[in-house]
């Protein structure tokens, strides 16, 4: 081999135990951890609640009566409390479910009228008060779930129980077209609704909604709801 050959060979040698060496100094390069998957919110399963909130419609107390009467009626309000039970399961966004709920209430109305029969007035007046004790529902529900916001529309059966108490001025009870000072009875109606859910963790959620409820012959108790209320999920639906 001729000297220059040598001289190319040794400095080939030696320029890499240089690198070589370089990198054995070289700090190692971090170790960044896999991403993790962020498990997106889960509505399905059977829950537990509670709720309140406050009412105001109108409704037709001497409904509860009699039917003698023309229908008339004024304006009711006050507040509930209840308790919720439902399921409901989720398939992508779409979050399907029932809901039943009943609360106890205290919406209440009173007026002086002057009865009529076929618009004839009756020739007497009554002090009349009503009382809406309970309030019961069935419903259906269809929401869009955004992760942990869930926006609903809601729609089923309701039913009411109230109470009608007279206080007549110049008749006795019951002889003035067989108009009794007090009764009670149910109410069957329809509920119809929307509201707004948010699961504060996987268990927990709270919500506020909106219901109408139209119960009654003709719709003898129209009442308009607010309700706010939070609820327990069990999953393994």
Same mark, same amino acid.
């Given at each position: 081999?001729?000297?220059?050959?040598?001289?190319?060979?040794?400095?080939? =040698?030696?320029?890499?135990? *240089?690198? @070589?060496?370089?990198?054995?100094? &070289?700090? %190692?390069?971090?170790?960044?951890? !896999?991403? +993790?998957?962020?498990?997106?919110?889960?509505?399905?399963?059977?829950?537990?609640?509670?709720?309140?909130?406050?009412?105001?419609?109108?409704?037709?107390?001497?409904?509860?009566?009699?039917?003698?009467?023309?229908?008339?009626?004024?304006?009711?309000?006050?507040?509930?409390?209840?308790?919720?039970?439902?399921?409901?399961?989720?398939?992508?966004?779409?979050?399907?479910?029932?809901?039943?709920?009943?609360?106890? =209430?205290?919406?209440?109305? *009173?007026? @002086?009228?002057?009865?009529?029969? &076929?618009? %004839?007035?009756?020739?007497?007046? !009554?002090? +009349?008060?009503?009382?809406?004790?309970?309030?019961?529902?069935?419903?259906?529900?269809?929401?869009?779930?955004?992760?942990?916001?869930?926006?609903?529309?809601?729609?089923?059966?309701?039913?009411?129980?109230?109470?009608?108490?007279?206080?007549?001025?110049?008749?006795?009870?019951?002889?003035?077209?067989?108009?009794?000072?007090?009764?009670?009875?149910?109410?069957?109606?329809?509920?119809?609704?929307?509201?707004?859910?948010?699961?504060?963790?996987?268990?927990?959620?709270?919500?506020?909604?909106?219901?109408?409820?139209?119960?009654?012959?003709?719709?003898?108790?129209?009442?308009?709801?607010?309700?706010?209320?939070?609820?327990?999920?069990?999953?393994?639906?």
């Amino acid at each position: 081999m001729t000297r220059l050959g040598l001289s190319t060979v040794a400095a080939s =040698a030696l320029l890499a135990t *240089s690198l @070589a060496a370089h990198a054995a100094d &070289l700090p %190692a390069r971090p170790a960044y951890p !896999a991403p +993790v998957a962020v498990p997106l919110y889960n509505w399905t399963g059977f829950y537990l609640g509670i709720n309140g909130g406050y009412a105001w419609g109108r409704q037709d107390p001497l409904s509860l009566i009699t039917d003698r009467f023309d229908r008339f009626d004024f304006d009711a309000k006050g507040g509930m409390v209840g308790g919720t039970l439902g399921a409901q399961i989720q398939s992508g966004r779409v979050v399907l479910g029932i809901e039943s709920d009943i609360d106890w =209430a205290d919406i209440t109305g *009173s007026s @002086a009228v002057t009865p009529t029969i &076929l618009g %004839a007035a009756q020739g007497f007046t !009554a002090n +009349v008060s009503t009382h809406i004790d309970w309030v019961g529902t069935v419903r259906s529900r269809v929401g869009y779930a955004i992760d942990n916001w869930l926006i609903y529309g809601t729609g089923g059966v309701a039913l009411l129980g109230g109470k009608t108490d007279v206080a007549l001025n110049g008749v006795t009870c019951g002889t003035a077209g067989n108009l009794s000072c007090s009764g009670s009875g149910n109410r069957v109606g329809i509920a119809a609704g929307a509201g707004i859910e948010y699961g504060f963790t996987p268990s927990w959620s709270a919500k506020l909604e909106y219901l109408w409820v139209g119960a009654g012959a003709v719709e003898t108790a129209k009442i308009n709801m607010i309700r706010a209320g939070l609820n327990y999920r069990f999953g393994g639906l």
